[in-house]
Structure formats: structure tokens, C-alpha cells
């Protein structure tokens, strides 16, 4: 009778803890999209958290670095999205590169990051010539020998 | 030559543990007790191989032989010589021939330690600790073999992953990582051993895992602490933690070994939870597997996820036999394994040691749950999710606020039952302390409901703790008038475990205060300066000198150099933060500038430059109290020593319950 009651009682505590865990994940699981995915869903997403996977369109990126306002379309081939930013952009951050955007979309159909990783996936071209990671810091490294 | 040498070792090493393993059984059963010493010398011939391989490695290393295939994937000319003597373990192959060394090196210290032990628990568990060793050797010569010649030799490697050689913690994590992982191998040898023996119905078992499973948890907790530093370093996002994979992943064993650490005072002290605490041993030991199956089968996402291959097939077939067999044996041994329940009151020490796993294996659950969800989703519901902070924050620290509390309930309590009066005059009066600095924290501005009640429960479990070193001082002074030094050290020298245990949490409530004060209380703004332009965040203010670059043989520094202005504007001092290009990578690796005081951290990173140097953009994050975490974990790798070597009071060689009466009236104060 005793072994019953214990048994019931764990059994309650499992069931309570799992749908706390199970509920816990529905509520702040985020979803990984492409743009094509992300457009399709339409005003569903707005405000909600997502992940945009996707690579940077070629001459879409204007920062200005004063204020600190980045703005870059993420495009999988078959679909769009603007994207604007606060914060500095990656250093390495180019055209063409995979990128993952976290965020949300405005209800102004911009998305708006609050996180921006660098994608290192297949995906990624190498870079031109001109463009190499060391043409960004060469000349600062020659200007600062003594 | 070399490689040669080092896998003609590996080879004859797997043979040896195989003999190891097949003789064991025989000598037992075939009572043939001197065969025993086969297994033994098994054990301390592998060692020796594993150490030959091991030093050939790093030979190979130092003199860049890059006929070696590892040699040829890490080293570089250019590398200097510390990260090329770490990046030992710094890819797949040679973290795992570093794992088989340190596993070859505790099997060899277990034997050594234990072998005149009459009974067959001791040869059982080498037997087993030799299964665990056979599977990495199998990795060693087959799917991770860090010997493969290579032809033509390369005359220059490409140096090792450039997260790994831009700071020196990189020298220290690691280690400390497998010291803590692979040392859970012995007890869950210890249990694997209790069942084969049959003496899974005395202590034994437990007493002399404890020891080995508290050393482990000591590296395991310097490890995290380490990783936390590290990250916190390297990555340049101001964070110490991220709930990553590969940090679950090593936080899950730390939970259940923590949970282990109590509950085996439970068993010795009132022979109950033995069946339970065999199963945090074999839990233990599954999460550190399950977690190197997480961090080198590449198969979650994560900064951390170095490797990938084929390898992750053989770990999963290696969980899959261990917890199959461990099922079986402990499912089948239950009845005999498993105590009585032999609670006393309430208000007792051991119901908030039972609560006190209760929350730590819930907290395991969660973190284990989410970061395997996405898997799971993708599995059966055919999308692409990820599991972020938000979910762990809200699922996990509730939990972890709520053991806080405990901490501060568990020493003021004691065994077996207490009245009510003595439960309220034991747990009452830390309340003020608990009030004192929930106020603080939301005076200082927290609001958070967590927040405030992580504050609140720091300062009630940290005057439960003290508290307990201040009656004891107090009697002892009582008693034979010793001045407060000396009855402190004597009272810490009369029970090592117990106050050693003390000190454990009185680390682990400094990093839950740094961690609490430095996430509710953090500050950060970034901006583009030009030389001459300055930012101020939380009170700190920081003014670009200038923007430069220099060339080193392995990499290009890209660096900014600011002057830390004090109240009054003066100079205080300055600040580099930076930006390494490594030649082998086109991303950078960040490299920010910490100035470090007791009340917190000013934390700088570049983030971005302008090619000619003409402005800079930095962050700025103001982060309270966050040296209060790494000295935490130095606070507790100290009352772990403190608890490790305490006398030899329970003498492990008498069976049965005898050691726990002697053990209980020996301590008969409590």
C-alpha cells in the first residue's frame, strides 16, 4: 500500500516534470528558415524568433559604421529578405558568404537581428583576388612599421 | 620511425588488454588467484605502451616529423613551441591517444592503490577499466589512428585550429577535461566490479569509489571553470556560457557526479540509496562517453564541434554495449543491490540530500533533453529547430536557485531526525542574511524573480556554511582555549570530509554570485571611434588612442590601444584589445582586453577597423563580480583536496556494515 502511494507519487512528479520540459521546449524552440520558407509563412513569423539561414546578395551590404547601422539581403536562390542590423558585422562578413541571422521579423517585412554568425558550410566561395582576408589588414600592418 | 615505433606499441598494447580482459574471468572462476597478477600486469604493460606512444607523439610534434598524419594536420613551423607541444589534444586522433593515456594512466593508479584487496572486486574492475581501454585502443589503430604514414612528406603543416592556439588556457582545459571525464571510468569500474563479485550488497564499493569519483569532479569542476574562462577570452562576445552543446555536455556527468557525492553519504550513513547511487556511477560514466560522442561526432552544431567522421559510429555502438550490459547487470542484481528506506524525520539531513538529487538529476534531464531536441525533432518531425538560451534559463536555473537554497538547508540539519524547535533555530536566523542581500540586489536594480532569489539564497547558504566553521571554532576554543587559528585548522584536520565539503560550496555560491551579479548587472555599448573619441558605459570610460598592426611569424595582429580614464578624467590605464589573423584561416580570431578588479571586469573587443586604421568599432561590456567565478573554482578545487584526503577511518577491507557503525559513533558530535 506504502509502495503504491510512493509509486503514484513519482509517477505525478515525472508526468508534471515532463510536461514542463515538453512545454518548455514548444515555447522557446526556434526555427531554422531559408528567405523562400521565411516568405511563405507570411505574417505567421511576425515577432516571432527565428533562425535565417542563407548567403549575403552580392552589393546588398551597406554599413555605416558611425552609426553603427548594418542593412544586407539574405537570399537562398529562391527568395529574399532584407535584413538590417545593429552592430558591427562580423569581420570576415562579405558577399556571397553563408550567413545564419537570428531574429525576428518587423512588421515592415525587415528582419531584424539580434545575432549574426558567419556560416562555414560547402557553401562558401573563395574568396577573389583583391578581396583576401589579408588585403583587409596589409596595409595598416606596412603604414604601422616603425 | 617514429610512427613506426608508437604503432607497433598501440598494437601490442590492444593485444595485451585483450589478454587482460580474457584472463580475468578464468583466474576467478578457475581459482586460480595468482593468474590475477596477469591481469595486473596487463594493466601496468598498456601504461607503459599507451606513455611510449604518447611521448612519440609529442616528439613528433616538437620536431614537426610530418610523416606522422596528425603531425601533418596541426603542426606548423611557425607555431610556437607551447601550442605545438598542446595541440596534443588540440584535434580528434591525438585528444583520443591523449584520453587512452590518461584512462592507461588511472587503471595503472587503481591497481596500484588497491591490488592487495582480498575479493574479486578490485580484479573485476581492472577487468573493466581494461574493456573501456580496448575500445579506445580500437580507435587508436583503426578509425583514429594518429600514426598514418604519410608520403610525400609535407615540408610545412597548416598549425593547429586557431580558436586552440590563441590563449594559454588552452594548456589547461583540456587536461583538466579528461582528468575529470576519464577518471569517471573507476567508478563506474567499481560498480560494474560490486555486480560481478557479487558484493554488490556491501558498501564497499561506494567507499572506495568515492575518493576517485571526488578527484574526478574536482578536475571535471576546474575543467568547466577553465572552459568557461577560455570562452570567455577567445570568443569576444563577453559570455561565459552559452548553453552550447559541447558545454552541456560536460556540465551533464558534473551534475550526476555531484549528485553522487551526496548520496553516497546517504548509503554510508544510513545504508540507504545504495541501488540509486550505483546508478549515478553508471549514468556518470555513460554522459562522459555520450559527451565525447557529442563534441567529436560533429553531429550538433557547435562552436566547439572540431571533427568530423565515421568516429561517431564507434562511440555510438560503445554507449550502446555499455548501457545495454549495464542494464542487464544491474536490472539482474537489483534485488540483491538494492536498501531499504530508512528515513527519519522530516527535518533531517537526508531528505534534502534526497532533494538535492531529486533537482540535480531534473536539471540533468533538461539540459540533457534540450540539447538533444533538435536532433529529435529533425528526426520525427522533419524540421530545422535549435534549442537557445531562453529555454535552458527558464527550465534549468529555477532548479539550480532552488539547490542554493539547499546548500544552506543540508549542513544545519542533521542525521536522522531532529524536533521542529531545533529545525527552526538551525535554519531561522540565516533568513537575515538572505533578506540583506535580496535587498542589495534589488536596490542595485535586479528584477528579475530568479535573480533576486539567487542573491537571497547565496547569502542564506553562505552563513549556513560559515556558520558551521564558526559553532565548531567556538566549541573547540571552549574546550582547550586555542586561539581562532589554530582551532580552525584543527577543526578542519578533525573532519576533513565534512568541512572540506564546506568549502566545496562556499566555491560553488562564488561562482553562482559572479555568475548571478555579471549576467543581471551586465552593461555593454559598442560604437566606431576615431583616435581622440572616447565611450563611457556603466561609469567606465575608454578613449581610441590609436589602430595598428604588426606582424608575428604564425599571424597578423590587428590591435587598438585605449586609454582607461578615471573620475576625473586622468589616465588610468590602458587597454589592447585585438584582433589575430592567422595565416591559415581567413576569419579572425578575436582577442579582447580584460582589465580585471574585485568588483568586476572592464571588457574590450575589436570588433571591426578601418583599413588605413582611421577609426576603430569597439564593444564595451561592464561585467560586476566576474573574477569572483574563476576564484570560485579555485575555492573549490581546494575543499575537494580538503576532502580527499581525509584518515583512513573507514577501512575499506571490512565488509558489511561494520565500517558504518564505526563510522557513525566515530562522529558521534554531528
Redesign the interface.
Known amino acids: 500500500m506504502k509502495r503504491a502511494w510512493v509509486l503514484g507519487g513519482a509517477a505525478v512528479i515525472i508526468a508534471v516534470?515532463a510536461w514542463?520540459?515538453f512545454g518548455?521546449?514548444e515555447?522557446?524552440?526556434?526555427?531554422?528558415?531559408t528567405p523562400q520558407e521565411l516568405l511563405a509563412k507570411g505574417t505567421e513569423v511576425v515577432g516571432v524568433?527565428v533562425?535565417l539561414g542563407g548567403q549575403v546578395k552580392p552589393g546588398s551590404v551597406v554599413w555605416d559604421?558611425?552609426a553603427?547601422d548594418l542593412r544586407f539581403t539574405v537570399t537562398d536562390g529562391a527568395g529574399e529578405m532584407p535584413v538590417r542590423s545593429?552592430?558591427?558585422?562580423?569581420?570576415?562578413f562579405r558577399d556571397g558568404m553563408g550567413v545564419i541571422v537570428e531574429g525576428r521579423v518587423g512588421a515592415g517585412g525587415v528582419f531584424d537581428a539580434t545575432g549574426l554568425m558567419?556560416k562555414h558550410s560547402n557553401e562558401y566561395q573563395a574568396?577573389k583576388p583583391g578581396e583576401?582576408?589579408?588585403e583587409?589588414?596589409k596595409?595598416?600592418?606596412?603604414?604601422?612599421a616603425p | 620511425m617514429i610512427g613506426l615505433i608508437a604503432h607497433s606499441a598501440l598494437l601490442v598494447s590492444l593485444a595485451t588488454v585483450v589478454f587482460g580482459i580474457v584472463i580475468t574471468p578464468i583466474a576467478i572462476r578457475g581459482e586460480r588467484r595468482e593468474w590475477l597478477q596477469l591481469t595486473y600486469g596487463a594493466v601496468y604493460t598498456h601504461f607503459l605502451l599507451v606513455t611510449v606512444a604518447t611521448v612519440a607523439m609529442v616528439v613528433a610534434l616538437v620536431t614537426h616529423d610530418f610523416s606522422v598524419s596528425y603531425v601533418a594536420a596541426v603542426g606548423s613551423r611557425t607555431t610556437p613551441l607551447l601550442f605545438t607541444v598542446i595541440s596534443l589534444w588540440g584535434a580528434l586522433e591525438g585528444s583520443i591517444l591523449f584520453w587512452a593515456w590518461v584512462l592507461a594512466l588511472y587503471a595503472a593508479a587503481v591497481v596500484w592503490v588497491h591490488h592487495r584487496r582480498p575479493g574479486n572486486l578490485v580484479p573485476y574492475a581492472a577487468m573493466t577499466l581494461l574493456v573501456i581501454t580496448a575500445f579506445f585502443g580500437v580507435l587508436l589503430v583503426g578509425p583514429a589512428d594518429p600514426f598514418v604514414p604519410v608520403f610525400p612528406v609535407p615540408a610545412d603543416g597548416p598549425g593547429p585550429n586557431t580558436l586552440l592556439q590563441n590563449h594559454i588556457l588552452m594548456a589547461v582545459h583540456p587536461p583538466l577535461l579528461y582528468l575529470g571525464y576519464v577518471g569517471m571510468s573507476v567508478p563506474f569500474a567499481f560498480a560494474i566490479g560490486a555486480i560481478l563479485s557479487s558484493e554488490g550488497a556491501s558498501n564497499d564499493w561506494a567507499h572506495l569509489s568515492r575518493r576517485w569519483m571526488l578527484a574526478s569532479w574536482a578536475f571535471l569542476s576546474a575543467a568547466i571553470i577553465a572552459g568557461m574562462w577560455w570562452s570567455y577570452e577567445v570568443l569576444g562576445w563577453g559570455g561565459y556560457w552559452a548553453w552550447d552543446p559541447v558545454e552541456n555536455a560536460s556540465f551533464l556527468p558534473w551534475l550526476t557526479a555531484t549528485a553522487y557525492l551526496h548520496s553516497v553519504m546517504v548509503l554510508e550513513r544510513r545504508n540507504m540509496l545504495r541501488l540509486w547511487t550505483l546508478n549515478l556511477c553508471v549514468s556518470t560514466f555513460v554522459l562522459t562517453i555520450f559527451g565525447t560522442f557529442l563534441t567529436r561526432s560533429g553531429i550538433l552544431s557547435s562552436v566547439h564541434a572540431f571533427t568530423t567522421g565515421n568516429i561517431g559510429y564507434y562511440f555510438l555502438a560503445f554507449i550502446a554495449i555499455v548501457l545495454v550490459a549495464s542494464l542487464v547487470l544491474v536490472a539482474g542484481n537489483s534485488e540483491h543491490v538494492r536498501t531499504k528506506a530508512n528515513l527519519g524525520g522530516v527535518a533531517s539531513r537526508e531528505t534534502v540530500f534526497l532533494l538535492n538529487n531529486m533537482f540535480l538529476t531534473?536539471v540533468m534531464?533538461?539540459v540533457l533533453?534540450?540539447t538533444l531536441?533538435p536532433l529529435i525533432?529533425e528526426a520525427m518531425r522533419g524540421?530545422?529547430?535549435?534549442?537557445?538560451e531562453?529555454?535552458f534559463n527558464?527550465?534549468a536555473i529555477p532548479a539550480m536557485v532552488a539547490l542554493i537554497f539547499l546548500m544552506g538547508v543540508g549542513p544545519a540539519l542533521p542525521w536522522g531526525s531532529t524536533t521542529w524547535e531545533e529545525a527552526r533555530k538551525r535554519l531561522v536566523p540565516p533568513l537575515a542574511a538572505a533578506v540583506v542581500m535580496g535587498a542589495i540586489a534589488v536596490v542595485a536594480g535586479a528584477s528579475g524573480v530568479y535573480s533576486i532569489l539567487a542573491f537571497a539564497f547565496v547569502g542564506y547558504a553562505a552563513v549556513g556554511n560559515l556558520r558551521e566553521y564558526w559553532v565548531g571554532m567556538s566549541a573547540r576554543r571552549r574546550a582547550h582555549g586555542e586561539n581562532h587559528a589554530i582551532a580552525l585548522v584543527r577543526l578542519i584536520g578533525g573532519n576533513r570530509r565534512r568541512y572540506g565539503g564546506y568549502l566545496a560550496h562556499i566555491g560553488i555560491l562564488l561562482v553562482a554570485l559572479g555568475v548571478a551579479a555579471s549576467s543581471t548587472f551586465r552593461s555593454e555599448r559598442?560604437?566606431?571611434l576615431f583616435p581622440g573619441e572616447s565611450l563611457t558605459v556603466a561609469g567606465h570610460t575608454v578613449r581610441l588612442k590609436s589602430?595598428?598592426?604588426?606582424?608575428e611569424p604564425q599571424r597578423?595582429v590587428?590591435g587598438a590601444t585605449m586609454d582607461v580614464l578615471g573620475k576625473d578624467s586622468s589616465v588610468i590605464g590602458t587597454i589592447h584589445p585585438r584582433?589575430n589573423?592567422y595565416h591559415v584561416s581567413?576569419?579572425?580570431v578575436p582577442t579582447p582586453d580584460v582589465r580585471s578588479s574585485i568588483r568586476g571586469d572592464l571588457y574590450v573587443n575589436l570588433?571591426?577597423?578601418?583599413?588605413?586604421?582611421a577609426?576603430a568599432?569597439v564593444?564595451v561590456i561592464v561585467e560586476p563580480l566576474v573574477p569572483w567565478i574563476w576564484f570560485g573554482g579555485l575555492v573549490i578545487v581546494i575543499g575537494a583536496a580538503i576532502g580527499m584526503f581525509h584518515g583512513g577511518r573507514r577501512s575499506p577491507a571490512a565488509g558489511g556494515r561494520a565500517p558504518l557503525a564505526r563510522a557513525a559513533s566515530a562522529d558521534g558530535t554531528e
Open positions: 516534470f514542463l520540459l518548455g521546449l515555447k522557446n524552440m526556434v526555427f531554422f528558415l524568433p533562425r559604421a558611425k553603427l545593429t552592430g558591427a558585422p562580423p569581420q570576415m558567419v574568396p583576401e582576408a589579408h583587409k589588414y596595409t595598416l600592418i606596412q603604414q604601422s | 531534473a534531464l533538461t533533453i534540450g531536441y525533432a524540421v530545422k529547430v535549435s534549442v537557445g531562453p529555454f527558464r527550465m559598442e560604437a566606431t589602430v595598428w598592426g604588426r606582424e597578423s590587428i584582433m589573423f581567413d576569419e579572425p570588433m571591426a577597423f578601418e583599413s588605413i586604421g577609426n568599432t564593444k
